[in-house]
Structure formats: C-alpha cells, structure tokens
C-alpha cells in the first residue's frame, strides 16, 4: 500500500513540476508538426460539471505547446450531446492564445450521449474544406469519454479511419474494454487510455508525443502497427499526372528478402501485411517524379509480438439466469475455445465449446443471485493452450421497483415514491436529471421509498430513475418523464405536472 501511494506521489510531483515549467513559458516548442487534430469531448449530462472543467484544463494543457496556423497544427471541438455541436471550426484560431481562451470559455451542453451520431458528423462535416480541414496533411481524433454512450460507435468510427484518421481514445470511467480498444487506432496500448479524471495530467505527455509521431510533417511514418502488419503514411508529394511511389521494405537482419511495391502517384498511404512478428522492418519510400527530384525516406518498424488469447475476459450482460462472457484477441492460430463455469464455492464445473472465430458467448440456465469462476482456455492449432479466468455475478430475480409515481408537494416540488423491489435490497438511488439546472442523485435505505424532488421548474421536462442496490450489483432501473406545466394565473403558483 505504501509503496502505491509513494508511486503516485511521485508521478503527481512530476505532473506539478512540469506545470510549472509551463506557466513560467519554458514548455518544449513542438517543431515541423502538421495535421488537423480533432476533440470529441463528452459534453452530455452523464459528466459533471467537476468533470467537465478538469477535461478542459487537460486539452489546454495537452495543446500548449502547438504552434497553430495554415502550415502548422489547427484544431477543432465537436460536443458529444443529444445532437452533436461545433465548438469551433479549424482554422478560426490560429493562435497558442487564441486556442487556449475558446477552450477555457467553452460550456458544457448536457443532453444525451449520441457518441455515434458525432462521430457521423465528424465524418461529413469536420474533416472537409468548409470546416477549414486540409486535405493533404494528417488527422488526428482525440475521444474523451466517460466510457459510456448511448448510439453505436463502431461503424462511423471505422469509416473515419477508413480515411486515414488516427484515433486516440481517453476513458475517464470504466467503460468497454472490447468496444474501445477495436474503436482505437492499433495497437491500443499506444492508442487507448484508461485514467481518473484527476489522474489526466499523467497521461499528457505520452499522449502528446504519440500525436506529435503522428503529424510530424514531411515524413513517412507507420500507424495501426499489429504482429503482422502495419499502415505505411507519408505527405501528399506527387499526384498521378507527376509520378508514382516506389515502397521498398525488408527486415533489417535479412536485407535479401526486399520486397517493392509501386503504388500511384495520388496516393498517401500503403498497408504493408503477411509480415513477421516481432520483427524490425527497414522501409524506404522513393518518390518516382517526372518533373524534379525528390529525395526518399526512410523509417524502421517493428512489429508486434504474436496475440496471444485470451488476453482479456470480460463479463457483461448480467441477468439472473445468464451472462455473457467477452474475450479478446482472437488470432487465427487459435483452434477453439473452452469456456468452463461453476458457482462458487463449489467443485462442479460445466464445459462449452465454441469456435476459434467467436470472441463471446452467453451462459445461461444459471442460477440468480450467484458468484461464478469463468475460465476461457483457447486451443491453439499448434497443441498449446492458454487460460484466464474472471468471476461473474447473476442478478437477483425481478430485481427491479415497480409503480413510480408522483404526488405534488408544493411550488416546483414533486414527491417521487415507488413500491420495493424483491430480494435483499441495500438501498435505492434515485437520479433526477433537469431540463434547467443540473442533476441530482440521492441514495436511500432500503426502508425508504420516497424522495422529494425540488426546484422542478415551471414549463420544463425531467427525468426522475429509480434503482434497487444489491450486494453483487444493482438493479435495473425504471424511468419516467415528467413535464412541469407552466404556471397561469388562474393556478397561482401551485405546478401542474403530468407523467
């Protein structure tokens, strides 16, 4: 314990210390950086205004060293809301100064959020002329969740880096571990973060370089790097009409097994694949113009070590008779999984086989309100195996309340009451989340059934959750939306409601 807290310490005083080195100007210049670099920031009413405000200090503090302009870094927001909203476009400040004041003035909109419907909009509005992005330089997007959204995500994100955008991903919750680390660029150790929001400035630095690896400008560079392939990219330097591009790679300790790709003279980027793991590549990109000399570049890759799966095994889906059980990666030299389960304590155990392809399964016929062992072995075609195990929790039976409803108590006052959920209830936690002004959440004894809801106000529509807490996890919540009719004169000040 001591020796966590002497660690934390220790990265917190190297935080502090460099944050003083900026404020006093003497923040490493970041030179011949180029690219459009985008923030998707969660801006809906899941984050709290503390939240919000400490994710604004930690994009001011990640951009601080940029130098922004035309031929330098520009940058742009998108909010993540029930609709998604610019901040501001590209090239509207092109200033250290400039930048840093719009994101200290920026508000949070609350809202839903449509994580899926921002990442579209990114798609087709941001990255195009008429929000100031350049076509010839590269792009970056840089994610910042709670871990938590309500749309889908995977198929807007993958065409986003379908066009060649890089995606850096910060997870200030819990969030998916498979759903963010296929939505980040690859490798996700390099790409995907997992950090206490007040833990963010530990993580500035190694995210910065990796940006800056990215749009340093005029140089062939590697991304998505995997055990047997990487994504080769370099700046736009020819077009079809003056030439093509040779690509020349081989592995440094075996020069004899060049190979040469040619490619057009319009493109900007190659997937080089049926590569080595672990292996050090030597590429060199040779500019074939018809029209002057242009030099070739050079860079060393090495990639990946083997999958090896399972890595993670991750449990979701929770229901009292059933759960499914997620495992990651899934390489093509395993065979076949066996997923083995029983309750604990116990020695039984039951085995389900499934297909080396798959990466989950759902176990059911379970039994409610009981801790599971869950072991994953994958059976590799070569005869090894590897195991990992996770314990699991089905939830209590009809482990939701029932009957929410309302009765008026007054000016802007509703009383909230419910009748009690089955099983062994610790508690209840009720959410009201306001049209105008923000959230609540209050936590109640099991014995409470209750709660006033104050400072509703007139005219507007709210959403009041309610949600039974067990021992292993909580229950499933059940929501209704009341409208506050506006206050006449012939009502006086007593609200009108309606559910």
């Not at 940058?75 to 092109?94: K, W």
């Not at 490798?187 to 993580?203: A, C, N, R």
């Not at 949600?467 to 919540?477: D, E, F, M, T």
């Amino acid at each position: 314990m001591f020796a966590r807290t002497a660690l934390q310490l220790a990265l917190w005083l190297q935080v502090a210390l460099g944050q003083s080195i900026s404020k006093k100007g003497l923040l490493p210049f970041v030179p011949d950086s180029e690219g459009d670099l985008l923030f998707l920031l969660d801006s809906s009413g899941s984050v709290s205004y503390y939240e919000f405000s400490r994710i604004k200090e930690f994009i001011r503090d990640l951009l601080r060293p940029f130098t922004f302009g035309p031929s330098d870094v520009q940058t742009s927001i998108i909010h993540i809301s029930t609709v998604p909203a610019m901040e501001f476009p590209f090239d509207r400040y092109l200033s250290t100064g400039a930048v840093q004041q719009a994101i200290r003035d920026m508000q949070q909109l609350m809202g839903d959020t449509n994580t899926g419907k921002a990442l579209s909009y990114a798609k087709e509005k941001f990255f195009t002329d008429e929000a100031g992005a350049r076509a010839e330089v590269p792009k970056v997007l840089v994610w910042v969740t709670d871990g938590f959204s309500t749309d889908d995500i995977s198929q807007p994100m993958q065409l986003l880096k379908d066009m060649g955008v890089t995606v850096f991903i910060v997870s200030t919750g819990r969030g998916n571990y498979l759903e963010l680390s296929a939505a980040s660029s690859q490798p996700p150790e390099t790409h995907l973060h997992f950090v206490d929001v007040d833990d963010l400035p530990i993580i500035t630095k190694e995210l910065r370089d990796a940006i800056i690896d990215v749009i340093r400008a005029k140089r062939l560079r590697a991304v998505d790097i995997t055990s047997t392939s990487f994504r080769l990219m370099w700046p736009r330097l020819l077009s079809s009409d003056t030439g093509h591009y040779m690509v020349e790679f081989a592995p440094t300790d075996d020069p004899g097994r060049k190979l040469a790709k040619q490619v057009s003279g319009d493109h900007t980027g190659l997937l080089l694949s049926n590569l080595s793991p672990e292996t050090t590549y030597e590429v060199v990109l040779i500019p074939e113009s018809n029209v002057h000399y242009i030099a070739p570049q050079t860079t060393r890759v090495t990639t990946l070590e083997e999958e090896i799966s399972p890595a993670q095994v991750l449990i979701s889906e929770s229901k009292p008779h059933s759960f499914r059980v997620s495992w990651s990666p899934t390489p093509d030299s395993v065979g076949s999984y066996q997923v083995l389960y029983g309750p604990l304590p116990g020695n039984s155990a039951k085995l389900l086989e499934v297909d080396g392809a798959r990466n989950s399964t759902v176990l059911e016929n379970l039994a409610p309100n009981t801790t599971y062992l869950v072991t994953v072995v994958a059976l590799y075609k070569s005869g090894k195996e590897k195991a990992l195990s996770a314990k699991a929790c089905t939830q209590e039976e009809s482990s939701k309340v029932r009957h929410l409803r309302f009765e008026d108590m007054g000016p802007n006052t509703l009383k909230a009451s419910w009748d009690s959920a089955d099983g062994s209830v610790l508690g209840y936690r009720v959410r009201c989340r306001r049209q105008t002004g923000p959230s609540s959440l209050f936590s109640v004894s099991p014995q409470i059934h209750s709660v006033l809801l104050t400072d509703l106000a007139s005219g507007s529509t709210n959403q009041v959750c309610v949600r039974p807490v067990y021992k292993n996890q909580a229950g499933k919540r059940l929501c209704r939306v009341v409208h506050m009719q506006p206050v006449t004169a012939a009502q006086g000040y007593k609200p009108r409601w309606r559910a």
